[in-house]
């Protein structure tokens, strides 16, 4: 059974930086794009990052230049490196797994869901 397990969520203040991972158990991890999304109160899921079994990178422009994906596949894990965070960063994290980087980048077809992590930023 696949499980992805996300951690490293918490309550920050603004400008401060934070490492969200998620763990992906059962099944092959490499061969997946990982990626994040994450939902704030009231408003849909959106992208945040993606990347690519050849460790092909892609993020919203909301977050490119603080934010940082990268994986580690003898850990079976992605990480989400959050700089510089603003308040309306806060939002309820998931991870994701899907079969192509387009999958991930367009939410579509995603194979599977982590159960998501809170992150809030205060001002």
């Known amino acids: 059974q696949v499980q992805l397990v996300e951690s490293g969520g918490a309550l920050v203040q603004a400008g401060v930086s934070l490492r969200l991972s998620c763990e992906k158990s059962?099944?092959?991890?490499?061969?997946?794009?990982m990626g994040w999304f994450r939902q704030a109160p009231g408003k849909e899921r959106e992208f945040v990052a993606a990347i690519a079994w050849s460790s092909g990178v892609r993020y919203a422009d909301s977050v490119k230049g603080r934010f940082t994906i990268s994986r580690d596949n003898a850990k079976n894990t992605v990480y989400l490196q959050m700089n510089s965070l603003k308040p309306e960063d806060t939002a309820v994290y998931y991870c994701a797994a899907g079969a192509s980087f387009g999958s991930i980048v367009f939410g579509k077809a995603i194979d599977y869901w982590g159960q998501g992590t809170q992150v809030t930023v205060s001002s």
């Open positions: 059962g099944g092959t991890f490499s061969s997946y794009t």
